[in-house]
């Protein structure tokens, strides 16, 4: 081969390394996953709703089956619960989560106290070590009773809470636990239910068939609309059962109003 050649041939190769190598480091890194990405948690109540019974399973890098068990409570009765969104650290293989537990018959009465448990998990190649303590408790403004219906809806900074005792609900904000009271009618409706979707918007929906209303909350936990109707939102990832929602008689398109954004 002449030297003239073989500089071309290497041009070439060099080239193709090159350009080869560009497209790799193009590439997006693969996201870590959370070392609990294979476990999950089931949850039972115990009768009459006063204890709340937890197992999980999955598998690890080694092994598979069931790894923990326990409970919360007891509970007058546990009116609603939520899962908040999980913190990790990579570097000890943990993952710490809140579970929300509305009690809405704490002392066996009609008051309503929200219980705030830490679950956390330590996960290795064979094993997942879990831990669940209760670090809060809430009393709230709310009125309860062992038939009261509870609703409550989560975003990434508020929770939402109602029940069918009371004209308002209270949106309590996960960083320190205070509360204030939201919604509110004229004559007194009472809440029915609360929905959310996956942007972090949130609907308080009160009264019953054709005479409801409902405030909308937003990502930031402030009123985005109110209004007659008792509309609702829809999440990725559970269905709501019309059971759970009364009917309405408003017609959306009454509310298509356009205006300029106050600054």
């Not at 006063?50 to 598979?64: H, M, R």
């Not at 809470?161 to 308002?168: L, V």
């Not at 509309?231 to 059971?243: P, Q, Y």
Request: proline share 5%.
């Amino acid at each position: 081969m002449s030297n003239a050649r073989r500089l071309r041939v290497l041009a070439v190769l060099s080239f193709l390394l090159a350009f080869t190598a560009l497209i790799v480091c193009s590439q997006p890194a693969a996201a870590s996953q959370p070392p609990d990405y294979t476990l999950y948690t089931t949850y039972s109540f115990g009768t009459g709703y006063q204890n709340v019974y937890w197992v999980v399973c999955g598998s690890t890098a080694d092994t598979e089956g069931c790894y923990a068990s326990g409970s919360l409570g007891p509970f007058g009765r546990a009116g609603a619960l939520i899962e908040g969104n999980q913190s990790v650290n990579q570097t000890t293989s943990t993952v710490t989560r809140y579970i929300y537990v509305v009690d809405v018959a704490a002392g066996s009465g009609t008051a309503v106290t929200l219980y705030v448990y830490k679950k956390t998990d330590v996960v290795t190649s064979s094993s997942d070590t879990v831990t669940v303590t209760l670090v809060k408790t809430v009393s709230l403004p709310l009125t309860g009773g062992t038939d009261a219906v509870c609703s409550m809806a989560a975003n990434s900074g508020y929770l939402f809470i109602g029940t069918d005792q009371s004209p308002y609900g209270v949106r309590v904000e996960k960083n320190n636990l205070s509360y204030v009271q939201i919604g509110g009618f004229s004559p007194p409706m009472n809440v029915t239910s609360i929905t959310s979707d996956k942007y972090g918007y949130v609907t308080v929906t009160f009264g019953g068939p054709f005479d409801g209303g409902f405030y909308a909350y937003g990502p930031n936990g402030e009123e985005v609309e109110d209004g007659g109707g008792s509309d609702f939102m829809l999440s990725t990832d559970a269905g709501l059962s019309t059971a759970e929602l009364p009917t309405s008689d408003g017609i959306p398109a009454d509310r298509l109003v356009v205006r300029p954004k106050q600054k």
